[in-house]
């Protein structure tokens, strides 16, 4: 009976999926992020079908409350549907600036209308359509089955949450040291870029090792052992990033959500 209930759920989620594909909705920011609309997708995950952006996302909004100030330089690598974007540009202000990368088109059309529909309390919010990667140039992007939040560049496994893929597209690949070479330097990065986070902080030395911003980074599994020893030797400590500041201890490893801070 479990079983025939998990499949019935399974199939009903499939359904809710594919009908979620291209649905645009109206949501609010909560008040403390100043109350205004902005465009969602449940084609990137079923949540939004639901009001209460943040629900699952309140370290958002925490981490920017506690790292940024006014006037602060934040880079969103993976921007999905902007909700970090949106907080890194309440709290940096009207004199700060955001640099949110979305290589998936259609979240990155969605993401600069709302975007350009924010008023001047909000750090301006630049879209780029670039994918974070070792190296700059065309590459490979699976658009995902089941929602467009756990889309992938085609030479990582990307996130089991995936479903596969519903095709593939070319987009523009760049690094964070490109980037760097372009711009002023970021007092937070952060990076979610569903298994590719390997790849994109080894396009990131002189970022590190120089502009040395805090990085707020989703590290999946596989890749956790090597992306530690790399941030060590660029000489950042390691944290929860779920945990309050009160209660943070060093870690030994990158946990999913990691906060790393340069010593």
């Known amino acids: 009976m479990s079983g025939r209930a998990g499949t019935h759920r399974l199939s009903l989620r499939h359904l809710a999926e594919r009908a979620s594909r291209d649905v645009v909705l109206r949501r609010r920011l909560p008040v403390e992020l100043g109350g205004h609309r902005v465009?969602?997708?449940?084609?990137?995950?079923?949540?939004?079908w639901l009001p209460g952006l943040y629900r699952r996302d309140a370290m958002f909004v925490d981490?920017?409350?506690?790292l940024l100030r006014p006037g602060d330089a934040v880079w969103d690598v993976g921007a999905d549907v902007g909700l970090f974007a949106y907080a890194a540009a309440w709290f940096s202000g009207a004199q700060g600036e955001v640099l949110?990368?979305?290589?998936?088109?259609?979240l990155a059309a969605l993401l600069r209308r709302s975007a350009g529909a924010l008023p001047a309390a909000f750090a301006p919010i630049e879209v780029s359509e670039l994918a974070v990667a070792d190296r700059s140039g065309p590459s490979s992007f699976a658009v995902a089955s089941r929602g467009r939040a756990t889309s992938h560049l085609s030479e990582v496994a990307g996130s089991t949450q995936s479903g596969g893929s519903r095709g593939t597209i070319t987009v523009q690949a760049t690094t964070l040291d490109r980037l760097l070479a372009k711009r002023r330097a970021p007092r937070l990065v952060k990076i979610d870029v569903e298994g590719a986070e390997l790849l994109c902080l080894r396009g990131a030395a002189d970022l590190l090792c120089d502009a040395r911003p805090v990085l707020l980074c989703e590290v999946d599994a596989p890749n956790r052992q090597a992306i530690g020893e790399l941030l060590a030797a660029a000489g950042y400590q390691l944290f929860d990033a779920e945990a309050a500041p009160a209660e943070r201890q060093p870690l030994a490893e990158p946990a999913w959500n990691t906060l790393a801070i340069p010593r």
């Open 39 to 48: 465009l969602v997708t449940p084609d990137a995950s079923l949540r939004f």
């Open 100 to 106: 949110a990368l979305e290589p998936d088109p259609w």
């Open 63 to 66: 981490r920017c409350r506690e």
